[in-house]
């Protein structure tokens, strides 16, 4: 793996961490634990179990290096964001299991913060919260209603300001307000990510890296190079689990473009002083933040779903979509020049079939994924999640709503690639008949409705 995957794994590689993979799987072995996949979600397993038990043989296998995947590349939000709604978890669990998983994901941005300042992780943390600006009537209408839903839960604390208490957040063009929420902190993800191998490392966990796991069942991990034969088993390989069967994601790629360190006068201006993420209450998902080095990092979706599911380095980059993030950029901060553009980078999400992530143990083997591209926290409650029902443990965590849930399989391809690809699209055309008409959109509230939204 080379720095040029993100700029996160260029700035690892500057911090003096070369990337260099660390010893493959070197024949058959035994375990307590083998968990397949070294992103967020394996290592929060690994890590949450060798805290509760300091004994246990934790292998964790990584075809890659860890953090490879969207683990060293996302736009480095640790969020308390869930794919799906508050209102459509409580329609499938119930108000008070909807309230409370709610509830715990608040919690899980501060219980991140904590293990970072506790194993010393060096990742520019900073609880800032995120500030979605809206900068069209229409999308001012949207944040009212959204205010107005959340205060109906009683979980979230989400503010609505006018155009020039937003304006002093995030100083971007023709903001009319914004919705406020505490509940995210900016990271730099690489760091974060490579952290806590040697986290899990210090604390007598084994990674093995350039090992493909070849197949993943009770009691074994059959890869390339050996068979971990273990008591419990766990699947965390999120957009590349559509490699492993059952597919039970469909890999869709978010793109990033970032600039240089800006200066002091761009910043005088675009404000985001005090760590916040930001977006805006565009139909098609924008993300940005401020890095530690005053950097813009922004990115969004886009970029076509592949067929079959492919998952290829090609595919991380698109020409086309890096133009139309700089544009969107430069749209909502026009100060920006394009050679103040310096990186470009992509990779996969796994996206499940019904918008709702899911992690279960049953049989021997955990799984854990479909974050859609809201991973950065719900991994931590994943692998606190995970580590509990693999123990055994009577803990609050194991009866959250999400436990055991299982999305539909995606339908077979031509419909799936169609079905994604139109998605995507039609959420861009969406934007664009806001833009025309000035009124809500018939498209997103017609495709919203179809996935159950």
Request: charged fraction near 20%; aromatic fraction near 6%; hydrophobic fraction near 45%.
């Amino acid at each position: 793996m080379g720095p040029a995957l993100s700029l996160w794994h260029e700035q690892v590689a500057a911090d003096g961490d070369l990337l260099t993979p660390r010893p493959a799987l070197d024949g058959d072995t035994e375990a307590d634990v083998c968990v397949v996949g070294a992103g967020y979600t394996g290592l929060w397993t690994a890590y949450a179990l060798l805290q509760a038990d300091p004994g246990l043989r934790v292998v964790v296998v990584e075809k890659e290096t860890a953090g490879f995947g969207a683990s060293g590349r996302n736009g480095g939000w640790c969020s308390a964001l869930f794919p799906a709604s508050t209102a459509k978890l409580a329609r499938l669990h119930g108000r008070d299991a909807a309230v409370a998983l709610r509830t715990v994901m608040r919690g899980t941005v501060d219980e991140v913060g904590k293990v970072v300042a506790e194993e010393d992780i060096a990742c520019d943390w900073r609880k800032g919260g995120t500030v979605v600006l809206a900068r069209t009537p229409v999308q001012l209408t949207r944040a009212h209603a959204e205010v107005a839903e959340e205060a109906g839960w009683g979980v979230d604390p989400l503010e609505l300001l006018g155009a020039a208490e937003a304006s002093a957040l995030v100083g971007a063009s023709c903001v009319l307000g914004a919705t406020v929420s505490p509940d995210c902190a900016r990271v730099q993800p690489a760091r974060l990510v490579r952290g806590l191998a040697r986290a899990v490392e210090r604390r007598g966990g084994r990674i093995v890296e350039g090992t493909t796991a070849l197949s993943i069942g009770p009691r074994r991990v059959v890869t390339d190079r050996g068979v971990v034969r273990a008591v419990a088993t766990v699947r965390a390989a999120e957009a590349w689990a559509a490699e492993l069967s059952p597919r039970s994601v469909a890999p869709v790629y978010s793109l990033i473009v970032a600039t240089r360190p800006l200066p002091a006068s761009f910043w005088d201006t675009a404000g985001l002083a005090g760590g916040q993420t930001f977006s805006d209450h565009r139909h098609l998902v924008v993300y940005g933040q401020r890095t530690a080095d005053d950097r813009l990092v922004f990115g969004g979706r886009g970029a076509p779903y592949h067929w079959r599911s492919r998952i290829r380095p090609e595919f991380d980059r698109d020409d086309r979509v890096f133009a139309g993030l700089r544009a969107a950029a430069t749209d909502l901060f026009p100060a920006l020049r394009p050679d103040d553009f310096t990186h470009a980078w992509g990779g996969p999400l796994g996206i499940a079939r019904g918008w709702h992530a899911g992690v279960g143990f049953a049989g021997g083997t955990g799984w854990a994924g479909g974050y859609v591209g809201d991973g950065v926290g719900t991994a931590n409650l994943a692998g606190r999640t995970l580590a509990a029902l693999i123990l055994g443990r009577d803990d609050p965590l194991t009866t959250m709503p999400w436990v055991g849930h299982r999305s539909r399989r995606w339908e077979p391809e031509p419909l799936r690639w169609l079905l994604v690809n139109a998605g995507l699209r039609l959420m861009t055309l969406a934007d664009g008949e806001e833009k025309l008409t000035g009124r809500p959109s018939v498209i997103a509230t017609t495709l919203s409705r179809a996935l159950g939204g």
